[in-house]
């Protein structure tokens, strides 16, 4: 109950066992980051900053978005992680001042980080101020939308021209502030390998992931038995995706709905996943989830699900083996 869970406010996040985890919050506004800080968030696991361009007759500006990233930051004070992914525009959400082409399969189409590579200058004004926000706190930049390892270099090599503007103008900024991916496309789990050797993290994207995985519309209801992030094949990538970040030493969050899901929670703590980023108000809950979960026996769990056959198979396993998730 919430009242048995506010107990778990101000506490570490630790499985029975002792296996700590970050719990973060999704946001999509520098005033979301006040209440993730009400709900004991630890940090920001994804800012949708699309919504700063949305429903409005001009782009941000680049001191905009500096002030709406710099307070998100102090929001939640100057050690914790706060992940803004660049705008990820395009898929369900539309903006009609870029005029982009009507598309027939928007989801599959011009969006997020495509657009931000086919506008330099625009995606520049943004990466300009997340950097000048990061002198304030400890922000990391994430990519939405990757799909190539060509892909991560030209925005890294933007990230970078970013960075010699502002020393050139002697604006401060922090010079070793991370640089990660969200993995939402299949071809970039299955690159995940190669992928991790260049970035500073991953964050599994699992709405869209599952929707490329299953070829199923995230949108539409009639699909909604594909629309499962317990299904067999999606989580055979998420655990390939865990291995080949863990191998390269670098860390793995989720910042899709699946996340704070609690059914998938004791799988992926099985599989290893370093941080989870939810909505702030599944995180005191989600905590004490954690902490009636013995990790090491969940590695065999997670091992025996990706064996299974279905979703289903996954789901009575889960039940069956973890009750109190159930
Ligand atoms: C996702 O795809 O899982 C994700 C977190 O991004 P969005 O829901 O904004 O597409
Ligand atoms: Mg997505």
């Not at 604006?171 to 939402?184: L, N, S, T, V, Y």
């Not at 993290?201 to 499962?228: E, H, W």
């Not at 902490?291 to 279905?310: F, V």
């Amino acid at each position: 109950s919430q009242a048995e869970n506010e107990v778990f406010r101000g506490r570490p996040s630790v499985s029975a066992n002792g296996v700590q985890v970050e719990l973060a919050a999704n946001i999509g506004s520098a005033q979301d980051a006040v209440q993730a800080k009400k709900h004991d968030a630890e940090g920001i696991g994804l800012f949708r900053t699309e919504f700063l361009y949305m429903g409005r007759d001009t782009l941000p500006g680049e001191d905009e978005q500096y002030g709406a990233y710099r307070s998100a930051a102090e929001a939640l004070g100057p050690d914790a992680s706060v992940v803004i992914r660049t705008m990820d525009i395009g898929g369900d959400k539309e903006l009609p001042l870029l005029e982009l082409p009507r598309e027939d399969n928007p989801f599959l189409g011009y969006r997020a980080l495509r657009i931000s590579l086919d506008r330099p200058q625009l995606f520049k004004t943004q990466l300009r101020a997340i950097l000048r926000a990061s002198a304030h706190g400890n922000i990391k930049v994430m990519f939405p939308m990757v799909a190539t390892l060509g892909e991560w270099r030209r925005a890294k090599a933007l990230l970078e021209e970013a960075r010699e503007e502002l020393r050139a103008e002697g604006k401060p900024f922090r010079d070793d502030m991370e640089a990660g991916i969200m993995i939402e496309i299949p071809a970039a789990a299955m690159m995940a390998d190669r992928l991790a050797r260049e970035v500073d993290f991953f964050s599994i994207g699992t709405n869209d992931l599952v929707q490329y995985t299953m070829a199923a519309d995230r949108m539409n209801p009639k699909l909604s038995y594909l629309s499962d992030p317990l299904h067999p094949p999606v989580l055979r990538l998420i655990d390939r995706v865990i291995r080949a970040a863990h191998a390269e030493g670098k860390w793995v969050g989720m910042c899709g709905e699946m996340a704070g899901n609690p059914l998938a929670v004791p799988l992926l703590l099985g599989m290893g996943l370093d941080e989870f980023s939810m909505s702030s108000s599944a995180i005191l809950g989600t905590r004490a989830l954690l902490s009636r979960l013995n990790q090491s026996e969940l590695a065999e769990l997670a091992a025996a699900a990706l064996d299974l056959d279905s979703a289903d198979d996954v789901r009575a396993l889960v039940e069956q083996r973890v009750p109190q998730a159930a």
